[in-house]
């Protein structure tokens, strides 16, 4: 789901999060609306960053779509599960952007080298493109290798999140400080 808002209000902070492993437990191809399992603190974390001001933006490689395990449809609609989740803690994801390409997949069309595959940085682009985001206050929090590189390649603060050591709530925490950044 791409939302596109009028550009021209103020910018504000965006946190890119990556789904599967920061949001979600990774499941393998999670994909399943009722596979939906929160990361202990997501649901708090993405509350504190509506209440202080930040998009919050979720960006994600969707291989499981290019090697025919799944399609776009069922991605959207584990998105609109996460949304309806989120409603109890009173929070929300402001866009989802997805890659549904892989080099090796064996779906026709799918099967490809992008730029929005990270550690590519097409999906940061797109959606600094379609809201009004400040990059110098923005960044991005993953679980792998890959999140980083593509934080650093579009030069935001990028963190790792290893689902062991701290809640997802007590790194974002930790990364805005107690005051609005907006």
């Known amino acids: 789901m ?7 209000t103020s910018r504000r902070p965006a946190a890119f999060l ?10 393998g191809y999670t994909h399943r609306p009722d596979e939906l399992e ?26 499981g779509v290019a090697r025919g395990f799944y399609g776009e449809d069922a991605v959207r609609r584990f998105h609109a599960q ?10 929300h994801i402001d866009a989802f952007y997805y890659c549904p390409h892989h080099p090796d997949g064996t779906v026709k069309g799918y099967a490809l080298r992008c ?7 097409g999906l940061l682009e797109q959606a600094a493109r379609e809201w009004p985001i400040d990059l110098s206050r923005s960044f991005l929090i993953g ?28 790194m974002v925490t930790n990364q805005i400080g107690t005051g609005s950044n907006a």
């Open 2 to 8: 791409t939302v596109i808002n009028d550009l021209t």
């Open 18 to 27: 990556d789904r599967d492993g920061v949001l979600n437990i990774d499941r």
């Open 38 to 63: 929160w990361v202990d603190g997501a649901p708090e974390a993405v509350r504190l960053l509506n209440d202080v001001g930040y998009l919050v933006i979720v960006v994600t490689n969707q291989s």
């Open 82 to 91: 996460m949304q309806v989740a989120l409603k109890r803690y009173s929070a």
């Open 115 to 121: 730029a929005c595959r990270k550690p590519g940085i």
């Open 143 to 170: 679980d792998k290798p890959d999140d980083l590189e593509a934080a650093a390649t579009f030069k935001i603060k990028g963190l790792l999140f290893d689902n062991g050591s701290a809640s997802l709530l007590t």
